[in-house]
């Protein structure tokens, strides 16, 4: 790589880009198939169960929160970024020798029973409403993974170093992502849970929290940095599995194919904020421009009952107005310094 040139050359980036693509893309490719084959397989042991997405990507999130803290806090610092990766296929390979062990004690008897099943559920679920739930999935995965992005750049100046910061931010994401989740299940264990509409509500307040406190002109504290995306997070990770399970109702390829609409606005979301939104405009205001879909969302899903919106409205507009006085606020106290720096120059 070293023969190609600058590191910010159109070569260097094709070539490292072709490189990681080889060396991740077929083991990124399992893993999006891991959720679908692990809904088969509850299906087989218990084919009446139609949240299985739900509790396993309770699971998911637990471990991915444990791996990012315990890699970027410990394994790195201690084994290196080579052992760690060694480390990393070992508990791969045993994972696949358990898959396997539990594959053979679990024949597929119970298939017949499951696709009976599939069948019942299927007309319960009318076309518009599974669109609706892409949309959804679709649009909260491209704003929440491209503010994460945003985050991970202006959360840097109070966490000092952006490998701290991006692990930072990953685990506090992770963390809210699995107290939502948790939570989402024990609605569903007491048969009540939270509707959709009022879950996109409470995400337009929540979208612009880290407007106001992201500024580090105003505030160094890192835990009330990382604090302010735990809203946003936790209200993401209660609706995701939510909206999967009413989608699939159990069903290993729909649950495939509506959390596939997740992933995908997962990676568009990231290149438009780091190739577009932040080179153009700055954290900040991408930050509020990325809180629009979330709203958008809310109006379309609350058109039924206008009376929900006025409430959420004036919630949005005064989070929007706060980030906007802090901002100017922290201009305001820059001016003192730059104008005694300027007149000691000789210039006005």
């Known amino acids: 790589m070293l023969r190609l040139g600058d590191a910010g050359s159109a070569k260097y980036l094709l070539v490292s880009a072709l490189y990681l693509t080889v060396a991740i893309l077929p083991w990124c490719l399992l893993m999006g198939a891991t959720f679908p084959l692990m809904m088969s397989f509850v299906r087989r042991t218990w084919p009446s169960e139609t949240t299985g997405f739900s509790f396993l990507y309770l699971a998911n999130v637990i471990g991915a929160m444990v791996g990012a803290a315990?890699?970027?806090?410990?394994?790195?610092?201690?084994?290196?970024?080579?052992?760690?990766?060694?480390?990393?296929?070992?508990?791969?390979?045993?994972?696949?020798?358990?898959?396997?062990?539990?594959?053979?004690?679990?024949?597929s008897s119970t298939e017949p029973t499951a696709r009976q099943v599939d069948r019942m559920e299927e007309s319960e679920l009318v076309a518009g409403n599974r669109r609706w739930i892409s949309v959804v999935l679709?649009?909260?995965g491209f704003a929440s993974l491209a503010m994460e992005v945003a985050w991970v750049r202006a959360f840097t100046f109070v966490l000092s170093t952006t490998v701290y910061a991006f692990a930072a931010v990953l685990t506090t994401y992770l963390m809210a992502t699995w107290l939502g989740s948790l939570l989402y299940r024990r609605h569903l264990a007491r048969g009540s849970t939270i509707a959709t509409t009022n879950l996109l509500g409470f995400l337009c307040p929540f979208a612009l929290l880290p407007v106001v406190l992201v500024d580090p002109r105003l505030q160094h504290s890192s835990t009330l940095t990382l604090a302010s995306i735990v809203p946003l997070c936790a209200a993401l990770g209660y609706m995701t599995p939510k909206l999967i399970d009413e989608y699939s109702r159990g069903r290993p390829a729909d649950a495939g194919r509506s959390y596939g609409w997740n992933i995908a606005g997962g990676i568009l979301g990231p290149l438009i904020a780091a190739y577009l939104l932040l080179p153009l405009i700055g954290v900040q205001i991408a930050l509020v421009i990325l809180a629009a879909p979330f709203i958008g969302l809310y109006v379309w899903s609350a058109g039924r009952n206008l009376s929900r919106i006025p409430l959420q409205i004036i919630l949005v507009s005064t989070i929007g107005l706060l980030g906007c006085r802090s901002s100017s606020v922290a201009a305001l106290r820059m001016m003192p310094s730059t104008t005694v720096r300027d007149r000691s120059d000789g210039t006005m």
């Open 70 to 107: 315990l890699t970027a806090g410990v394994l790195v610092e201690l084994l290196g970024f080579r052992q760690t990766s060694v480390l990393a296929a070992l508990i791969n390979l045993t994972i696949a020798t358990v898959a396997f062990f539990l594959g053979g004690l679990f024949p």
């Open 138 to 140: 679709f649009t909260t």
